[in-house]
C-alpha cells in the first residue's frame, strides 16, 4: 500500500506563495501517477496537476488552465515526495488541497493541508 502526508499549507496574501509537499510512503514502486486536487467550501474536489511516477525517468506534467503560469508541480524521487509550487497566489485559490496516487492496488489520498489567499 501506499501512505500520503501533505505539508506546506497555511495563510498567504494574494499574490504571494506557498510550496506544498507530498511525502509517499510505502510500495511507491507501484505508484503510476500522482497529482494534486484542491476542494472549496461548497465545490465538487478538482484536478490542479498530475506527473508521472516517483520513480520514473519520464517526468510529464499536466495543469488545469486556471494555474497554467502560476503552479509547478514536481518530484524529487531520491525523498519520494512530491511538490506544488504556487505563486502569484489569488483569493480563489482558497481550498483544501490534497495529493493523489494512482498505484497497483487502487488510489491513495493523503489527508490534505489548507490554502488560504486573502488580505
Known amino acids: 500500500q501506499v501512505r500520503l502526508v501533505e505539508s506546506g499549507g497555511g495563510l498567504v496574501q494574494p499574490g504571494g506563495s506557498l510550496r506544498l509537499s507530498c511525502a509517499a510512503s510505502g510500495s511507491v514502486f507501484s505508484i503510476s501517477t500522482m497529482g494534486w486536487y484542491r476542494q472549496a467550501p461548497g465545490k465538487q474536489r478538482e484536478l490542479v496537476a498530475t506527473i508521472n511516477c516517483i520513480n520514473c525517468w519520464d517526468d510529464s506534467t499536466n495543469y488545469v488552465d486556471s494555474v497554467k503560469g502560476r503552479f509547478t508541480i514536481s518530484r524529487d524521487n531520491a525523498k519520494n515526495t512530491m511538490y506544488l509550487q504556487m505563486n502569484s497566489l489569488k483569493p480563489e485559490d482558497t481550498a483544501a488541497y490534497y495529493c493523489?496516487?494512482?498505484?497497483?492496488?487502487?488510489?491513495?489520498w493523503g489527508q490534505g493541508t489548507q490554502v488560504t489567499v486573502s488580505s
Open positions: 493523489k496516487a494512482i498505484h497497483t492496488w487502487g488510489t491513495s
